[in-house]
């Protein structure tokens, strides 16, 4: 089971919205709507921002959106600002395991 | 308060083996499935294992199979790694991870614990 494919960076301006994509294949993102996001600062655990495709968890922020078309899911993060800057995880189920994307470098310029 | 502390890691030569530990606090554990998941350095999220309520359902990354064995003990609130036939691509900060109700997502992690796999 091959990884999600996700950009390596993407950046923005405070205040502007910027989304990251996580493409898998029919096996696993287009397959099943439990796509899940992560947020990992550096030298501390992943955590869980979006949920079953864009369920957002008690005390995420709405600035957090997530959505999905086909193979491909999507996170958005509105009103940019810099405690949004580090890694960014996609991650699906995929009958019986789980499938990470290959991680998103969020810069705030 | 949710809290996952992982323990057990360290320095290990290939081929060795060590026994990973997640005590589990503040939530009933044996409501949850669980995951391990693990990260090499500077690499990103590997998805290795999954055990159910009851350890009726248990699942491995290719990537392990057959070297890792993934436990619970639900009397005790823990959670259990047993790696055996180490390699050096198995270096690795391992996290434990709890399970929104099935597969829904990864709600809540340990700090982690680190694996290094060198002679």
């Known amino acids: 089971q091959s990884a999600l494919t996700q950009p390596a960076s993407v950046s923005g301006s405070p205040g502007q919205s910027i989304t990251i994509s996580c493409t898998g294949t029919?096996?696993?993102?287009?397959?099943?709507?439990?796509v899940s996001w992560y947020q990992q600062h550096p030298g501390t655990a992943p955590k869980l921002m979006i949920y079953e495709v864009s369920k957002r968890p008690s005390g995420v922020s709405n600035r957090f959106s997530g959505s999905k078309s086909g193979n491909t899911a999507s996170l958005t993060i509105s009103g940019l600002q810099a405690e949004d800057e580090g890694d960014y995880y996609c991650?699906?189920?995929?009958?019986?395991?789980?499938?990470f994307g290959t991680g998103t470098t969020v810069t705030v310029l | 308060e949710v809290q996952l502390v992982e323990s057990g890691g360290g320095l290990v030569q290939p081929g060795g083996s060590l026994r990973l530990t997640c005590a589990a606090s503040?939530?009933?554990?044996?409501?949850?499935?669980m995951s391990w998941v693990r990260q090499a350095p500077g690499k990103g999220l590997e998805w290795i294992s999954y055990i159910s309520t009851s350890s009726g359902s248990i699942y491995y990354a290719d990537s392990v199979k057959g070297r890792f064995t993934i436990s619970r003990d639900n009397a005790k609130n823990s959670l259990y790694l047993q790696m055996n036939s180490l390699r050096d691509d198995d270096s690795a900060v391992y996290y434990c991870a709890r399970l929104v109700l099935l597969w829904f997502g990864l709600d809540s992690w340990g700090q982690g614990t680190l694996v290094s796999v060198s002679s």
């Open positions: 503040g939530f009933t554990f044996s409501r949850y499935s």
């Open positions: 991650c699906s189920y995929a009958s019986s395991k789980y499938v």
């Open positions: 029919s096996s696993d993102v287009g397959s099943f709507n439990l």
